[in-house]
């Protein structure tokens, strides 16, 4: 296998910016993609307070407390 080539699978994590600012040339919402996304979710999942999400009781991670 001489030849061979290896290609690694990347991720392209996606997610709505906060400020839900509208991009002048599309019109439509700002997404933020890659690293920024990701710190954002986790930022997220850190404010969200147990008990605030229906069904799932013990989601969050109470920095407010």
């Known amino acids: ?3 061979s ?3 690694a699978r990347q ?7 906060f400020k ?3 991009n002048p040339n599309t019109k439509d919402f700002v ?3 890659g690293v920024e996304a990701v710190k954002q979710s986790v930022v ?3 404010l969200t307070s147990p008990g605030e999400r ?3 009781p013990y989601f ?3 920095l407010y407390q």
Do not use: Q, T
């Open 44 to 46: 997220n999942i850190l």
């Open 31 to 33: 997404v933020k993609r």
């Open 11 to 17: 991720n392209d994590f996606a997610d709505l910016d």
């Open 5 to 7: 080539v290896s290609v």
């Open 60 to 62: 969050g991670g109470n």
């Open 20 to 22: 839900f600012k509208l």
């Open 54 to 56: 229906p069904f799932n």
């Open 1 to 3: 296998m001489a030849n």
